[in-house]
């Protein structure tokens, strides 16, 4: 802290200070934490942990739809708010999507009249289905001043509800091969590559970026230059709500079946990929390429866990203490640059 | 319309403003002359920064009319009154932290490529150069534009928003303490920013508690005193002696402005 401005400097004596981007400590971190666990693999396991295609390949593809997720999250809490609604919309998202891809050999069809449907339409009912919940969020955040938390949570509830109440607890399954293709293989990672290498571009190098910082930095400020902060939150909510619905359709079709439970505690992965990757929960701060690198290390730890046969219960708890400890990370990192 | 309100830059009448039960503005008659600096002083919570907010459309009237530039104005946001010339350098800086200098100068106005609207590319290079000419207009040095104002100091930010307010204004320039967390050399760059507004023929309101400043800087001396007016006094015909009795109450209302 020896470069804190002496507020009697003229402005010229201040020494040019720009911080290093936040991804580069995320990356650093990332190849720490590989390397910790090719070390333990070769201590405790006598064999490579990274230098396994399958292992690698098998992690990015069980991380990238929570990542697609990740995205709009990361976007909403660069506006300084929260959204606790994304894994119950995809559990929503699935159900329903699904019921719109059933093939016409499976008898027990939800919409017996309507199967055999070309892909699109479950596609454009999933993120329409997403793209309203977000709508939702959205308003109620804009206009009723209920804080993000409380307005998402109740998403959070009814949409899971949603999830459950529309085939009574019942799975859908059958997908037609063209709907099942959206999961398969490698496919869901290529949609998550597409869509962060979109939305990082949009929020670096567009109005609506510069402005969803601008929110998060100071609303006051943002509403005082001529942004219209209501419709920008609304459109940064549906964003997250769009997304949610992909990755509802995406698990759904790569799991073959849609089911009620899907993408519980999907949320809080999604909020711990964004605040690992130096999103701040205080808003103003995060990118799209630092939630890829959280996503990343979120998936080495739990890919390093399995690797060392470290007991699934134990798995859930570290997995607690590793959110828990990305939140205190950015309280840290907040109170140092709130003296900056 | 008489010639002298031809000149009138902006006009309040009977412009008042109640939160809940707090009257924080009452019975405000303001007036300001094309070309004329003035100051607007008084003690904390004596309503300054409420008449501010009034007539730049950030809150709207309680009661009362707002003339600007010769023709009755209702704004309804902050947009509207920077849409018709006038600028302001609200009270808590109103920069964003995590945006770097160009960013901050055309927050809410950036320049685009092409209309996409909200997905419209930003015409970065295009800002950059237009922020490089503003802060030299203002004399204002900052070593590195694309650094964020979180890593500036308190004169830089606050030289950051006056230069924003300075190069945009075309009627008027509103200023709300904008030397209260400034050191000593600092507020001298600021008020030489303010001397080229004045050459430059650019109205300016500025709101100050620093007595020294608003007599070297302004012609005209508006009071404020819990929520009202209570005197408007050119410098040459007033000191110091006086404007503090004004302020604290002591003396009684003085020359409330005549609109015949
Ligand atoms: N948003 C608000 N809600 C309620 N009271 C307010 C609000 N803004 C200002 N006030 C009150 O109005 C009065 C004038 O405040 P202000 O205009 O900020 O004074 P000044 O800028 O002259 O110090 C104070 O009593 C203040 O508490
Ligand atoms: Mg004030």
Redesign the pocket.
């Known amino acids: 802290m020896t470069e804190v401005a002496n507020p009697t400097k003229t402005s010229e004596a201040l020494p040019v200070r720009r911080n290093r981007p936040a991804e580069i400590n995320v990356l650093i971190g990332l190849l720490v934490i590989a390397i910790v666990f090719e070390i333990l693999g070769w201590l405790v396991q006598g064999q490579s942990f990274l230098a396994n295609g399958e292992r690698l390949r098998i992690m990015i593809l069980q991380v990238s739809v929570v990542g697609i997720i990740a995205i709009g999250v990361t976007q909403v809490i660069i506006t300084g708010g929260i959204d606790l609604s994304s894994g119950s919309v995809v559990g929503a998202t699935a159900m329903i999507a699904m019921s719109f891809a059933q093939v016409s050999t499976y008898p027990r069809a939800v919409f017996p009249g309507l199967t055999d449907l070309p892909v699109v339409v479950p596609i454009a009912i999933g993120l329409g289905c997403g793209l309203l919940a977000g709508l939702i969020n959205g308003l109620l955040i804009a206009y009723t001043r209920i804080p993000p938390f409380i307005a998402t949570l109740g998403m959070m509830v009814t949409a899971r509800g949603i999830a459950k109440w529309y085939t009574k607890g019942q799975p859908v399954s059958f997908p037609t091969d063209s709907y099942a293709a959206i999961g398969a293989g490698m496919t869901p990672v290529l949609i998550f590559i597409a869509m962060a290498i979109l939305f990082q571009l949009i929020l670096r190098y567009t109005i609506y970026g510069r402005h969803t910082y601008a929110i998060g930095s100071n609303e006051q400020a943002a509403r005082v230059s001529g942004i219209n902060v209501e419709r920008h939150l609304i459109l940064v909510y549906v964003i997250a709500g769009v997304l949610a619905g992909l990755a509802g359709v995406v698990l759904s079709a790569r799991g073959l079946t849609a089911q009620s439970g899907m993408g519980v505690m999907y949320e809080l992965d999604a909020i711990a990929m964004a605040v690992i990757g130096g999103t701040s929960l205080a808003g103003g701060r995060g990118s799209i390429v630092g939630t890829t690198l959280g996503m990343l290390i979120f998936g080495v730890i739990i890919s390093g866990f399995t690797f060392l046969r470290i007991d699934a219960y134990y798995q859930e708890m570290l997995k607690g203490l590793i959110i828990v400890g990305a939140v205190v990370l950015d309280v840290y990192r907040q109170r140092y640059r709130g003296r900056s | 319309m008489s010639d002298t309100q031809k000149d009138m830059i902006l006009k309040t009448v009977g412009l008042a403003k109640r ?2 039960g ?1 009257h ?1 503005l009452e019975d405000a008659n303001f007036e300001l002359k094309a070309g004329e600096h003035v100051a607007i002083v ?1 003690d ?8 501010v907010r009034q007539i730049t459309g950030v809150e709207q009237p309680s009661a009362g009319e707002i003339y600007f530039d010769g023709e009755k104005v209702e704004f309804k946001s902050p947009i509207e009154a920077r849409d018709c010339g006038i600028e302001t350098v609200f ?1 808590n800086l109103a920069l964003a932290d995590d945006l770097d200098v160009p960013s901050n100068l055309f927050l809410g106005r950036e320049e685009r490529y092409f209309n996409l609207g909200p997905f419209s590319i930003l015409n970065e290079r295009k800002m950059l150069a237009h922020a490089q000419d503003a802060l030299r207009t203002t004399g204002v040095k900052i070593p590195d534009l694309r650094n964020k104002i979180r890593n500036m100091s308190g004169g830089q930010r606050q030289c950051v928003a006056i230069s924003r307010a300075a190069s945009f204004a075309s009627k008027l320039i509103i200023m709300d303490e904008p030397t209260a967390a400034l050191g000593v050399q600092e507020t001298a760059q600021v008020e030489n920013i303010i001397r080229t507004l004045k050459s430059r023929g650019i109205p300016l309101i500025l709101i100050s508690h620093n007595l020294r400043q608003v007599f070297d800087l302004v012609d005209r001396i508006w009071v ?1 005193r819990r ?1 009202r007016i209570v005197g408007a006094v050119d410098r040459s015909k007033t000191d110091g002696n006086e404007i503090v009795s004004l302020i604290t109450g002591v003396k009684a209302a003085v020359d409330a402005p005549d609109f015949a």
């Open positions: 939160y809940g707090v924080a008084g904390n919570g004596a309503g300054k920064s409420t008449f009270q404020f929520g």
